[in-house]
């Protein structure tokens, strides 16, 4: 299940870290928190080779039912879809996806 649909985030230059979150708030029951979180970047339009290896900074940010994470990076031109995955108390593994572009 996603927290949501598909987000757009906003563009990035590639020299820019910027800080991206998914809110898992309507995926999880009152008592249900966020334990873990795992995240991915994938080409979604263009070409790079492994961009989760640099764009992915760092460890994620769980607070409460966000998670966030640092990205930076990309190849100029290239859109991506970011995914973060969170892993909860009651063993839900659930999704967020969003995309952004890297720009000039």
Not at 51 to 77: A, E, K
């Amino acid at each position: 299940m996603a927290c949501t649909k598909r987000k757009y985030f906003p563009s990035k230059r590639q020299t820019e870290t910027v800080m991206v979150t998914f809110n898992f708030e309507k995926a999880l029951t009152s008592t249900e928190t966020v334990d873990a979180s795992e995240w991915s970047v994938e080409v979604e339009e263009g070409n790079d080779a492994s961009p989760t290896t640099t764009m992915v900074i760092g460890s994620p940010i769980i607070s409460g039912f966000r998670v966030s994470h640092l990205i930076g990076s990309g190849i100029v031109d290239v859109i991506y879809e970011i995914v973060g995955q969170a892993t909860t108390s009651l063993g839900q593994v659930l999704e967020g996806t969003g995309l952004i572009q890297i720009r000039d």
